[in-house]
């Protein structure tokens, strides 16, 4: 069975219209998607993205600026909040646009003519998704697929101790390390992990553009050390030092920034 894993989707639906089908034109007979399905800033081209459309691109490149400049995190927060304070309903204005993006992605996905199954990354927004036919949403669950155990799980764990920030206008999808790493153990035998955030290797976390490490799972890495399933596929790094290692018996790859690639990852079952 010949599987395209794809992440770090970042609003591209054009691409994603084609990612059932092959270079060779070769076809899949499945799609996984590994999560940040919206565009919410662009830091290549501020224009983009939903801050860049509803605060300006000016807002939208200063925090990219200080991203890449690794500014406290009040110090950004504190930018955002400033500039959705001239919205009466800030909140409204994000999901409207954030609902948007997903109809339009979610109704490319549902075209592909493939059985899909996506799950949701730090950027995401899972309570806005649609209901569509066709696209499977397992987060948290173990799905069999040509054969073989593959276990999902979305979001990205927060560094232990530290906690959600307050619901704002967007509220990302950072789960309290915790509440993540249960939902971890909680998923049964799997003969292949998905998930949007790497293990804790530092060559899977480094991003070599913004020169800092990216959030990782330091329990997701002692399972796949501990129970070596034959593939671990993730996301979120969008530059990775190295974008695949591996860990004992398991290779752990990350399916790439399909924005900037518009390639899958090729998974044969």
Avoid: K
Avoid at 114 to 137: K, R, S
Avoid at 152 to 166: A, D, I, K, Y
């Amino acid at each position: 069975m010949r599987l395209h894993v794809v992440t770090d989707v970042h609003g591209d639906s054009a691409a994603l219209a084609r990612v059932a089908h092959g270079p060779d034109g070769s076809r899949a007979d499945g799609v996984i998607v590994l999560g940040d399905l919206v565009e919410f800033i662009d830091y290549r081209e501020p224009a983009n993205g939903i801050v860049g459309r509803l605060l300006g691109v000016g807002v939208a490149a200063e925090f990219a600026r200080l991203r890449r400049a690794g500014a406290p995190r009040e110090e950004m927060l504190g930018l955002m909040d400033r500039a959705w304070a001239r919205f009466d309903d800030p909140a409204a204005a994000v999901h409207e646009a954030v609902a948007a993006q997903y109809a339009e992605i979610f109704g490319v996905l549902a075209g592909l003519g493939v059985p899909v199954w996506a799950i949701p990354g730090n950027v995401d927004m899972p309570a806005a998704w649609p209901d569509v036919d066709g696209v499977a949403t397992p987060d948290g669950t173990v799905v069999e697929i040509g054969g073989r155990r593959v276990g999902f799980l979305g979001g990205v764990p927060l560094p232990p101790g530290r906690e959600p920030r307050p619901a704002g206008p967007w509220q990302p999808h950072f789960v309290r390390h915790e509440d993540w790493t249960a939902r971890l153990d909680a998923l049964g035998p799997a003969d292949v992990l998905c998930t949007h955030v790497p293990p804790a290797v530092p060559d899977l976390a480094f991003d070599v553009v913004t020169g800092r490490g990216e959030m990782t799972s330091r329990p997701l890495l002692d399972r796949i050390r501990r129970e070596q399933p034959s593939h671990a596929l993730f996301g979120h790094v969008h530059q990775p030092l190295h974008p695949r290692v591996r860990i004992g018996r398991t290779e752990a790859v990350n399916a790439g920034h399909f924005r900037a690639s518009g390639e899958p990852y090729v998974l044969h079952l």
